[in-house]
């Protein structure tokens, strides 16, 4: 039996539950590709294993008088075999699950949780739990070292500065992709496999990061299938920034802002252009004095009285409304860097990938070893914006390109 604790969400999760629907379950699904594949009695022992070190994700979520908040579940994490669309709704009161088809390990999440790459943490673990039981290995225990009080933390709340000047950034209505849609609900992913290391050379040559690069890609596949007239609106482009990397911070709960990258057509740019611009951007974006500036004005909306005492079911309702009709974003692109696990893994591993749930289109990268794998969770009959970027990559020089898909 476990031990009974509750956590508060943090500031991220606090709006997610009103953002959810079955169109955008607000669920996000990481994979681990395996050379071999995989024994489901070996993984629901890997599973018990990872949850004993991971508690907090045992949890589900309850509905306050003012705030939803987490809460020890009595249900047991269970293995299975999967037989459903990615970033599916979540059934039980869990929130997360682990599935498995044939050299694949999945891992559905729910953000209120965690974000992705809390959530990788996760996975990481319990595959290396795996590994070391199939392969007779004892190497888990190098690979997330944090303390169980760490990885609970909510750092938000540890690295805000109070009393700051709250800033706040003005964005434009963007451009919305006018695709036709499914008539259902079920999001299609398309999953590209790359070599890192030729995404990596094409970059450097355009003196830039991959993240910059392939942002700059994105958008040139957008303005390729856009009406020059509907352009008349900037293309904004949601990025999720891991706080992880400008704050010393162990947790594994959500440690993330979002910014908008709105980049305003001009039909003379050319892709160094689009570069340069976002080159600028990120450097002023990602900046660890926006960021903390970010972090102090979410932070201080916590403290108003008038936020605090209006009732739950109240809250979910307005904010409902409020991100219903946002419309300063096109499309979301989340990268989550490069994955790395001890050495003695890379022999039984072949990548890790990931794919996030949305209302329009998403982007997600992971890179593990020289495989960068890209996934599009879309929601439209066609896929242009794929084809395009696909077709720019590859007369960009990139040789290895394989594409795999769930769309029948």
């Known amino acids: ?36 594949k995989v024994e489901a009695d070996k993984l629901a022992i890997a599973l018990k294993m990872t949850c004993e070190e991971f508690p907090m994700f045992t949890c589900k979520m309850k509905s306050g008088l003012f705030w939803h908040y987490l809460e020890t579940s009595s249900s047991e ?97 963007a451009y919305k992709l006018k695709f036709p849609r499914k008539e259902n609900t079920v999001g299609d992913v398309i999953e590209v496999h790359l070599s890192a290391s ?48 400008i704050f010393p911070s162990q947790t594994v709960r959500n440690f993330f802002y979002t910014v908008n990258i709105q980049y305003e057509y001009r039909e003379e740019d050319t892709l160094l252009d689009i570069i340069k611009f976002l080159k600028e951007k990120f450097s002023e974006k990602f900046s660890k004095e926006n960021l903390q500036a970010l972090l102090d004005s979410y932070m201080s909306l916590e403290k108003l009285l008038l936020l605090r005492i209006i009732p739950n079911f109240l809250k979910d309702f307005i904010l409902g409304i409020i991100t219903g009709f946002r419309n300063t974003e096109t499309m ?27 209302v329009d289109l998403h982007l997600t990268t992971m890179t593990y070893n020289d495989e960068l794998r890209f996934s599009f969770m879309s929601h439209f009959v066609t896929n242009e914006i794929e084809r395009n970027m696909v077709k720019f990559l590859k007369d960009a020089g990139i040789e290895k390109c394989k594409i795999v898909s769930n769309k029948e």
């Open 1 to 36: 039996m476990r031990e009974k604790r509750w956590y508060k969400l943090d500031n991220s999760a606090k709006i997610i539950p009103s953002m959810t629907n079955n169109l955008n379950t607000n669920v996000f699904r990481l994979v681990c590709s395996l050379k071999e």
């Open 77 to 173: 994490p269970f293995v299975e075999e999967d037989h459903v669309y990615p970033c599916s709704k979540l059934d039980g009161d869990l929130l997360f699950k682990v599935t498995y088809y044939k050299n694949r390990i999945n891992l559905d999440m729910y953000h209120v949780l965690a974000d992705g790459n809390g959530a990788l943490e996760f996975l990481k673990y319990l595959v290396a739990c795996y590994l070391d039981l199939v392969y007779g290995l004892s190497h888990h225990d190098k690979v997330n070292t944090a303390s169980i009080y760490a990885r609970e933390s909510d750092d938000f709340k540890k690295f805000s500065k109070f009393g700051k000047k709250k800033v706040y950034d003005k964005y434009k209505s």
């Open 198 to 245: 030729e995404i990596k050379r094409i970059a450097h040559e355009c003196d830039c990061t991959v993240t910059v690069y392939l942002t700059a890609v994105l958008i040139r596949s957008i303005v390729q299938c856009a009406h020059v007239g509907d352009l008349k609106k900037p293309i904004g482009i949601i990025v999720p920034i891991d706080l992880r990397g």
């Open 332 to 358: 979301g692109f989340s990268n989550l860097g490069v994955v790395e696990m001890p050495e003695v893994y890379s022999d039984y591993i072949c990548a890790f990938s990931g794919v996030m749930s949305t």
